[in-house]
């Protein structure tokens, strides 16, 4: 955990590839100092069928999910990170966003936390 979702049009992957974009995005949270490489998922999801503003235009939109307990500013400091990231990569791309929402521990399970 944390989780990185990367919905985009699937032109983006034309200009770079899907495992650069994945990295950028891994770098960038592994870079934040919030987490460990070794807990950051990153996922990515191209669309062929889009419309931003009523127009078939490029995008990518990032949304992170983290355990709650970061700051205002560490999440909007992890946001930034990823933008720049992916508009470093993406230089062509006017679309490019990150939204981070928190998820409580109460209501966080996975496998390892299941009892025995």
Do not use: W
């Not at 720049?84 to 496998?111: M, V």
């Amino acid at each position: 955990m944390p989780h990185f979702i990367i919905d985009c049009s699937a032109d983006v992957l034309t200009q770079a590839s899907e495992p650069d974009m994945l990295s950028a995005v891994l770098n960038a949270a592994e870079a934040s100092g919030l987490f460990t490489k070794d807990d950051i998922k990153v996922r990515v999801n191209p669309y062929v069928r889009y419309e931003v503003g009523g127009k078939k235009t490029s995008f990518i939109h990032v949304f992170g999910y983290i355990l709650e307990g970061r700051t205002e500013a560490q999440k909007a400091g992890l946001s930034q990170r990823i933008v720049k990231a992916l508009a470093d990569l993406f230089p062509g791309i006017e679309y490019i966003a990150s939204s981070i929402d928190e998820f409580t521990k109460a209501g966080y399970c996975n496998r390892h936390l299941l009892p025995a």
